[in-house]
Each structure stands twice: as structure tokens, then as C-alpha cells.
């Protein structure tokens, strides 16, 4: 351990506690790594080479970080507590690692992120869903091989979960549109200083390229999915058959058809690209591995229009657009199906299928 010896924490209510004279608190996430056998397993799966550049974020004291220089060629390491910073550098000053490392300062969230090859990381699990769609917007312009990040066991299981599964929801279905995601590790609580409460696992996260559906339907197809996950344990007839859903898509037809936008897409979207899916699941499944020693937040209904206007200048509730809705639901065997069941391809399938009968689920293009 790094700038001293380890107090004990004296303050009341355990809401802090101390490495290297540094107090830890609970509340901002800090829980630093203290297994070496763990840090050691981490950095095995991440399958680093020499010519790496690492992302590292929330590196703490530096304990995963170390390992992360001794395996690659450079290690970025994005932290908001300047405590943390100071002891980071202090750590590695005048040894020969010390001019592999960069430090950056800030809210990784918000600051603009080098070029990096892969992330490895202990994370604050406050910031795991939007740090998960930020790493995955980054690599619509700068590629990465993977990201192996630690989460709260509950949102891990989230991302990885299949259909069928109790946990598998909007959260699984996007991120496994952008990415492939497999578990790689189990870890308990007792592994962590201070000890969090719940567990935690390590999860692999491998940007698609190409994405299987074009960037430009990502919109639109994420409308669709917070329909279907509003209540996605009802068959999609119910839900597509509310009146207040199809209030939304009828006023997203007549605002395009007013604007001289509506078009039917006539071609499907490719699914082939997700074709070795379910091989690559299994292959990684057979690694699962088990160290042992906040909950993701509810999928929720967003699509425009949603709260449509009480003025609204858009004729809306036409019996035949609801049988037109119904109708492509009925036709490819959706009508009774529900959320919690379907897969990827029949997600893409059925965004696919209502576009070329010109339902939409955003009002532009």
C-alpha cells in the first residue's frame, strides 16, 4: 500500500475508511481493490499486449494500475478525487513506470477521452450505464478492441442476460446491439476495501463492428424498445394496442406525411452479422469463473411525442392505423409475444417490419 500505513477508521458510522492515510468514502463509490489474486485474474482476461494503451478509470490508489503498466505499453488513468491523483503519482514517482502513466483529473463522464486500445477498470458503480453507452458512442469514431470493467453484480447480470432470463430488459437489449458482452468473473465483497454491500462481477464488453443495424435507426430503435420494455412482461398486441401508444405513432405518421418525410423502408435490415451470437455466449460461458471472498435503474417508456400536447394539430386515434399496427404485429407472429422473450433478431426483425409498413417511432428523419 502506497504513502504509509493503514489507519483505522475512527469516525462514526463507518462512512469512511483508510489506505495510505487516505479516508474512503462509500458514498462516492470508492472501493479499492485489495485481493492481489483478483487484480492478477483481471489483468490475465484482459488479454493485454505490450503495445497497449489502457484506459484505466477510478484507478485509486493504483493497485490494478501497476499490474496494467507492467503488462502494456501506456496507462491513461481518468480520476476525480485529487486525493487520489496525488497518491497515484506520488506512488509511481522516480520508478520506471512513471513515464507510462498519464494521469488525467476529471469527471470521466464529461472530459474528452484519448485514443486508447482497451479500458480496464475498477468502476464507481453509480456511473456504470452511462459510462457503458459513453464508451460505446466513443467507438463509433475512435475503435477499441474491449473494455473488462468491474460492476455491481446486478447490473452485470443485466447486460449479460438473455432472453427469458428474469433481468433481461431494455438495458440487455441495447447494450448487446453495440457490443458483445459475456461474464467473466464473480466477485465478493470481502475483496474490496472499504467492503461494498452487495458483490460485484467482471464483465467483458466487445464493440460490435460493424453495428447490426444502420447509426442512423439507433433513435428510432431505441423508441421502439422503450415501448415494448414499458411493459415487458405483455404480449406486444397489448401494448402496441393502447390508445395512448398509438396516439404517439399515429402522430409521428401525419407529422412526417405533413412534412414530406414518410417513406416506407423497403429494405430489411441485415441481421447477419449477429449469426455467431449465440457461439461466442457459450465459448465465454465455459470461462465463468467465481471469486468470492444501487440496483439498475427500471426500464422506463421515452419515445417522442410521448407527452403529446393537449392542442395537439395532429388528427390522431384512426381506427385504421391501429388495425395497420396490429396488423404487421399479427402478420409476423409478434401479436402474442412479449418482451421478456424476444431475442435481438426479432427486435431488428420488428423494427425492420414496421418501418417498411411506414410506422415510425420517432416524428424526424
Known sequence: M???????????????????????????????????????????????????????????????????????KKVIAVELDPRMVLELKRRFQGTPLSNRLEVIQGDVL???????????????????????????????????????????????????????????????????????????????????????????????????????????????????LSLCFSRKNKTLGSIFGQKKILEVLEKNYRTLESLGQLKNDLEPIDMSVLADEKDDQRAFLDQDMDMEGGKADEDEMEIEGSDADSDNDVQVNDSDFKAKVIGVLKQYDYADKRSSKLTQNEFIHLLSVFNQAGIHFTSSK
Open 110 to 224: 464529461k472530459c474528452d477521452l484519448p485514443y486508447f486500445d482497451i479500458c480496464v477498470a475498477n468502476i464507481p458503480y453509480q456511473i456504470s450505464s452511462p459510462l457503458v453507452f459513453k464508451l460505446l458512442d466513443i467507438n463509433q469514431k475512435q475503435n477499441f478492441r474491449c473494455a473488462i470493467i468491474m460492476f455491481q453484480r446486478e447490473f452485470a447480470m443485466r447486460l449479460v442476460a438473455q432472453p427469458g432470463d428474469k433481468l433481461y430488459c431494455r438495458l440487455s437489449v441495447n447494450t448487446q446491439l453495440l457490443a458483445r458482452v459475456f461474464h467473466l468473473l464473480k466477485v465478493g465483497k470481502n475483496n474490496f476495501r472499504p467492503p461494498p454491500k452487495v458483490d460485484s462481477s467482471v464483465v467483458r464488453i466487445e464493440p460490435r463492428r460493424p453495428l447490426p443495424i444502420p447509426a442512423g435507426k439507433l433513435k428510432e430503435w431505441n423508441g421502439m
Open 2 to 72: 502506497a504513502g504509509g500505513k493503514i489507519r483505522k477508521d475512527k469516525q462514526k458510522g463507518g462512512g469512511s475508511h483508510f489506505q495510505g492515510g487516505i479516508p474512503f468514502h462509500k458514498s462516492k463509490g470508492q472501493h479499492i481493490l485489495k485481493n492481489p489474486m483478483l487484480v492478477e485474474s483481471i489483468v490475465q482476461k484482459a488479454g493485454l499486449k505490450p503495445t497497449d494503451v489502457i484506459l484505466e478509470i477510478g484507478p485509486g490508489t493504483g493497485n490494478l494500475t501497476k499490474k496494467l503498466l507492467e503488462a502494456g
